[in-house]
C-alpha cells in the first residue's frame, strides 16, 4: 500500500516569497509544493498538499487526515505559538507528525521561539528554509517505513 503524507501550512504561508523575504525568503508557497510534489513522486508516496489561514480550516484538515494520510507534515505558521485547538486535533491524529518552520524559530524573537504543536511532532525541523519541507518528507516516508533505498541514508 502506498504511504499517504498530508502537507499542511497555516496562515500567511499563501504570502511566502513576498512577505518578510528577509525571513522566510524569496520562494514562493507555489514552488514548495511543486519540490513536495516532485520528492513525493521519486519516493512513490502520495501527497496532498493544503494551506488556509483559517483555524478552523486547518482543524478539519486534521480530522480528515485521520482517515485520508499515514503522516502529517505541518507548518502551523503563527498557530504555532498559539492554538491549543490544533493541538488537541494533532493529538487525535494517529500517525507521525512532523513539524516544519522555514526560520530557525529558536532564534527568533520571544514570541517565536516556542511552539506548543512541537509537544505532539515526533520531529521538528527549523531553520532549513523550504528545503526543510523535504526534509520533513523524507523523515515522515522514513517513520512509516516507505522510504525507498534510493532515498534514504544509511540507517542507523
Excluded at 510534489?37 to 501527497?47: H, K, M, S, T, Y
Excluded at 483555524?55 to 507548518?75: C, M, Q, S, T
Amino acid at each position: 500500500m502506498t504511504a499517504r503524507l498530508a502537507i499542511l501550512n497555516g496562515p500567511n504561508l499563501n504570502l511566502l516569497g513576498v512577505r518578510e523575504p528577509h525571513i522566510y525568503g524569496t520562494t514562493t508557497l507555489a514552488a514548495i509544493e511543486a519540490g513536495c510534489r516532485d520528492f513525493a513522486q521519486a519516493a512513490g508516496v502520495a501527497l496532498a498538499f493544503h494551506q488556509s489561514n483559517d483555524e478552523g480550516v486547518l482543524i478539519d484538515l486534521v480530522h480528515r487526515a485521520r482517515e485520508e494520510a499515514d503522516a502529517i507534515l505541518i507548518n502551523p505558521a503563527a498557530l504555532s505559538f498559539t492554538s491549543v485547538a490544533l493541538l488537541d486535533a494533532l493529538k487525535a491524529f494517529g500517525g507521525p507528525v512532523v513539524e516544519v518552520h522555514i526560520s530557525n524559530i529558536h532564534a527568533r524573537d520571544e514570541l517565536h521561539r516556542r511552539s506548543i504543536v512541537s509537544g505532539v511532532a515526533r520531529c521538528v525541523i527549523c531553520g532549513a528554509g523550504p528545503y526543510g519541507y523535504i526534509l520533513g518528507l523524507q523523515a515522515a516516508a522514513q517513520m512509516l517505513g516507505a522510504l525507498p533505498a534510493s532515498l534514504a541514508a544509511r540507517a542507523f
